[in-house]
């Protein structure tokens, strides 16, 4: 269980999240500027806030506990997207520094793969390698709390998965309570539980992921989430429909289906690797809507647009 209830005014920016989740890992998204990496440095204290509290597990933090505890000393795992190890020690000192602990050292630099590669230095270790050395040195101090921002981030995609799931397995493992900021949607989904959509400091959507990915609550959280095109009662006129849509709706391009018909008209296209970008108008209001399709199309076609699958907004 996570629960985080902070306000935090620095300068024009004001923090203000309320939030419960009953899972372990939370993962938070939000454009950027939105308070992300704030809340995770309240949470960590590096940022005092000015008032509320945290609680993770049974271990609750309030302003007189934890917010004015001394930062080395709270138990909280922060793993930043340059891991921060310490360059002038070998894997197995980078470890053993934080925790004073040799058999413990030990134990995690097995569990992470890294025993053989213990006496390098980080600048000799793989991307992977570092990441994992950084998550061991992480869980030696038995964190009540693990925060992952962007840690991802450096990784190439294939072996992004692969640390993914090596961590999200670890985590699980060792059942730590986690919070996750990412700017790639598809990592959030596949790491998180639930999911914090923030924008400007204040919460826009909250649930489990399925909630926040399948039918997110407005159009900020849609777009996160991979919704690109979003029609008001007005604009759907002239769109057909599987099923009887509300009068907002968020649509992901690839539930649409292009056909023939007369009712909108190809003004431009630009390709990319999935295939094309139309620009297309309707007759009638003029009206144009940016549309990814796989048929290659020619300018001035025109075309019906079918709406295979769609979520009710508000906006
Ligand atoms: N020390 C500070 N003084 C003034 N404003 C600050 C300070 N620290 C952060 N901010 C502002 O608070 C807002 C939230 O910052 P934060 O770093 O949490 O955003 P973020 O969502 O993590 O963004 P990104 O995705 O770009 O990393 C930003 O508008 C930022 O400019």
Redesign the pocket.
């Known amino acids: 269980m996570i629960e985080i209830k902070i306000k935090k005014q620095?300068?024009?920016?004001n923090?203000d999240v309320n939030v419960k989740s009953q899972n372990k890992i939370l993962g938070i998204l939000?454009?950027?500027?939105?308070?992300?990496?704030?809340?995770?440095?309240c949470i960590a204290g590096l940022?005092d806030p000015d008032e509320g509290y945290i609680k993770f597990n049974n271990e609750y933090y309030d302003s007189s506990k934890s917010f004015s505890m001394k930062t080395e000393n709270r138990k909280v795992g922060y793993m930043f997207q340059s891991y921060a190890l310490f360059p002038n020690m070998t894997a197995e000192k980078n470890i053993y520094f934080v925790c004073k602990d040799k058999k413990k050292t030990k134990e995690l630099l097995k569990k992470v793969g890294l025993y053989e590669k213990k006496d390098l230095f980080p600048k000799n270790l793989s991307g992977g390698q570092k990441q994992r050395l950084a998550m061991a040195r992480m869980l030696s101090i038995n964190p009540e709390v693990i925060l992952l921002?962007?840690s991802f981030s450096a990784l190439d995609s294939v072996l992004r998965d692969e640390m993914e799931k090596f961590i999200k397995d670890l985590i699980t493992n060792y059942d730590i309570p986690t919070i996750l900021?990412s700017?790639n949607k598809e990592e959030v989904y596949r790491f998180s539980e639930d999911v914090l959509v923030?924008k400007n400091?204040h919460i826009e959507d909250l649930g489990s992921k399925e909630e926040v990915f399948f039918n997110p609550k407005n159009k900020y959280s849609a777009k996160l989430v991979g919704f690109d095109i979003f029609l008001s009662q007005e604009e759907k006129k002239d769109f057909e429909f599987k099923n009887k849509p509300g009068p907002n709706i968020a649509i992901k391009s690839k539930n649409i289906k292009l056909k023939e018909g007369s009712n909108f008209i190809i003004e431009s296209k630009e390709e990319d690797l999935e295939g094309y970008f139309y620009n297309v108008k309707n007759k009638d209001t003029k009206k144009t809507f940016r549309i990814k399709s796989n048929l290659d199309l020619k300018i001035g076609f025109k075309i019906n647009i079918e709406v295979t699958n769609f979520v009710n907004i508000s906006f």
């Open positions: 620095i300068g024009n920016f923090l939000g454009e950027s500027g939105s308070g992300k990496t704030m809340i995770l440095k940022i921002d962007e900021v700017h923030i400091g």
